[in-house]
């Protein structure tokens, strides 16, 4: 009986141990915030290169910085920031965007606001109706 | 053995167990948060395509990109080709579908799905990988690895003009961020390049001549002294690049020669402002993301004379009134500089000022708020989207969008509404010389122009002769001087 009784206890306290107690050991993997700004850019003559510096394409997106420190981007490199809607260019379209660059200092958007190539000038009317949308945007890295 | 005796017992060993349970966990948590596991690109496509294939038997690879690893910024990570996060796409063309997944230490920890319709997906080769790519990068042009963002080496592979293409990113002898291409295909490199500065620095007016350029540093900000015109004093604020830690720099000759004001443990500047009576008080006021300083000798000495618990993001001095905007939702208010008083705001502030009638004036992520009678009150801004940090000047507060600026007066409350042809990247309120005009708006488009808008909304052109994005513009007695930041260009990196 006594037996019994003992390992009835070591039995339940084991399983409150591991019901109650913190053992998540997901990753912080993504980062959802709401609300937040989607613009859509165009290359001008000017610049010799797009965000990557690589051929422009589809998908590739810049971050920009924290606060006023332009040595701090918002997110890591590598990051794959995923839209709540489709994205439609004259491009390309989809969710999904890789940050592989930074771009310059702007203040004026949300904070985790997401500027995507929206192909060259000719496109800039397209850029310019496609506006400043809000949209939910997961971050992923 | 009695009851009492047993009940004791129970409890002594219930408890036993629990603690010994809770130390096992613990432990074998930091066992498995301490196993680092790296893979190569190719590793990190082989662990993903079992789960892929599950999702879609036909699905293709578009993109696989290694992730910085948050954790250990100063790292060198990828030294041999393997890193410990990645982010994979996959795509599913004739359903327009796609799949994302993240790696960590040799783990799939995240999946998501979404569309695309961007035709860029590929068959997975099997030849050719990030440590052969690393191997010959190094070999032909001695690429480093980065610190802090993109730290170490990464790798990339996607579709570029319909070649499959391998990326090496890392940094050139110049510490400039650099990319190395490689034809997966045939292991040719097919591109080489590096993100050059061009221009950047402080100007008066149209000078090709930089009044302080450093190509060490990056300008954030900069202010005159309300009295420039007689005491020329001006301080200008930014970040060392290599070193990554702020800088602040004060000139009493209008720029031709400048003093480092050194200030120890000096956190991120978020503001510099004069005293409006600089002249009698010769009185300072540096926020950072800490703390506020105070000088009253021309920079000399600095007195600390508030420390903030929690990160100060933006801040606003005006004739005597102090107000700070801390990042968990509080604006903290002093008349004194010794007594301050804290208020919540709604969810999410960015910016803080105090307009004419002494009211702060609240940005947040989509509304602009202003405080009277202990209430915070939305402002009917009367255009969409209102995005543009709020600047403050003579009794008028102007609020921009990706295509309108409005000018809205203190006192009557009356909007003055001006829209624009092109994509507005940044605009400038800028004081006259003479305080009776209004001041005057420059907005600086998306593609780099710089326009003053006329009264009734015209907008004017203002060529510019140095290189380089604007940062800031301020007037002292109508002569402009500019803050610019350098442009980064993309260009071909010559082996060496």
Redesign the interface.
């Known amino acids: 009986m006594?037996k019994i009784?003992?390992i009835g206890?070591?039995v339940?306290?084991?399983i409150?141990?591991?019901s109650f107690?913190?053992?998540n050991?997901?990753?912080a993997?993504?980062h959802v915030y709401a609300?937040?700004?989607v613009?859509a850019?165009v290359r001008?003559s000017?610049?010799?290169?797009?965000a990557?510096?690589?051929?422009y394409?589809?998908?590739v997106a810049a971050v920009r910085y924290q606060?006023?420190?332009?040595?701090?981007?918002i997110v890591?490199?590598?990051?794959?920031v995923?839209?709540s809607l489709?994205i439609k260019s004259p491009i390309?379209?989809?969710?999904?965007f890789?940050v592989?660059?930074?771009g310059?200092?702007?203040?004026?958007?949300?904070?985790n606001n997401l500027d995507i190539y929206w192909g060259e000038?000719y496109n800039?009317d397209s850029?310019?109706s496609f506006?400043?949308n809000?949209m939910t945007l997961?971050y992923?890295? | 053995m009695t009851n009492k005796s047993r009940f004791f017992l129970s409890i002594f060993i219930l408890v036993g167990f629990c603690v010994f349970g809770y130390l096992s966990n613990s432990v074998s948590k930091e066992t498995f948060s301490s196993i680092t596991t790296e893979l190569t690109l190719r590793q990190a496509v082989d662990l993903a395509k079992e789960e892929v294939y599950k999702w879609n038997p036909n699905a293709q690879l578009s993109n696989i990109v290694s992730v910085d690893n948050p954790e250990e910024k100063n790292k060198t990570d990828g030294i041999d080709g393997k890193r410990r996060y990645w982010n994979l796409q996959f795509v599913a063309q004739i359903e327009k579908k796609s799949m994302g997944l993240t790696i960590h230490d040799g783990q799939i920890v995240n999946k998501w799905y979404g569309e695309d319709d961007s035709g860029r997906g590929f068959d997975i080769p099997s030849i050719f990988d990030s440590s052969d790519a690393l191997k010959k990068t190094i070999a032909l042009y001695n690429i480093k690895p980065g610190k802090g963002w993109a730290g170490g080496y990464h790798f990339q592979l996607a579709k570029q003009k319909e070649k499959l293409v391998m990326t090496v990113f890392g940094r050139d002898s110049k510490n400039n961020f650099s990319r190395v291409d490689f034809d997966i295909l045939t292991g040719e490199i097919t591109s080489a390049l590096h993100k050059v500065p061009y221009g950047g620095g402080f100007y008066s007016g149209n000078s090709n001549a930089p009044l302080f350029n450093d190509e060490q540093t990056t300008l954030i900000g900069s202010v005159m002294s309300p009295n420039f015109v007689s005491d020329k004093s001006l301080f200008l604020w930014g970040i060392r690049n290599e070193s990554n830690s702020p800088f602040i720099e004060m000139s009493k000759d209008g720029g031709l020669s400048w003093i480092n004001i050194n200030i120890q443990n000096l956190n991120n500047i978020v503001n510099v402002q004069f005293s409006d009576n600089y002249k009698q008080d010769r009185t300072v006021f540096i926020t950072t993301n800490d703390r506020i300083l105070k000088s009253t000798n021309l920079g000399n000495i600095w007195e600390i004379i508030y420390v903030s618990k929690q990160e100060i993001i933006s801040s606003f001095w005006d004739s005597n009134k102090f107000a700070i905007l801390t990042n968990n939702n509080n604006v903290l208010v002093s008349s004194d500089e010794e007594n301050w008083v804290s208020f919540d705001t709604p969810e999410g502030g960015s910016n803080i000022l105090i307009n004419s009638n002494g009211s702060l004036i609240l940005k947040t992520i989509d509304s602009i708020y202003a405080r009277n009678a202990d209430v915070w009150t939305n402002i009917k801004v009367p255009f969409k989207n209102p995005y543009g940090e709020p600047k403050h000047i003579s009794d008028k507060l102007m609020i921009n969008s990706y295509n309108t600026i409005g000018l809205q007066d203190d006192f009557t409350g009356e909007w003055n509404i001006t829209r624009t042809l092109y994509q507005i990247e940044n605009v400038w309120l800028v004081q006259n010389s003479e305080f009776s005009q209004d001041p005057t708006i420059y907005a600086y488009s998306k593609d780099g122009r710089l326009f003053r808008i006329q009264k009734g909304g015209g907008s004017f052109q203002v060529k510019l002769s140095n290189k380089g994005t604007i940062a800031q513009i301020i007037n002292a007695s109508n002569n402009l001087f500019f803050l610019m930041n350098p442009i980064l260009e993309w260009e071909n990196w010559v082996k060496g």
Request: no cysteine.
């Open positions: 006594k009784w003992i206890m070591a339940l306290s084991t409150l141990t591991f107690g913190e053992v050991t997901t990753y993997a993504a609300n937040q700004d613009t850019y001008y000017t610049s010799t290169k797009p990557g510096g690589g051929d394409y589809w998908g606060g006023s420190n332009p040595l701090n981007p890591p490199f590598g990051t794959t995923s839209t489709p390309g379209s989809g969710t999904s890789t592989i660059d930074t310059a200092m702007k203040p004026a958007l949300s904070p000038w800039q850029a310019l506006g400043q809000k997961t992923y890295y």
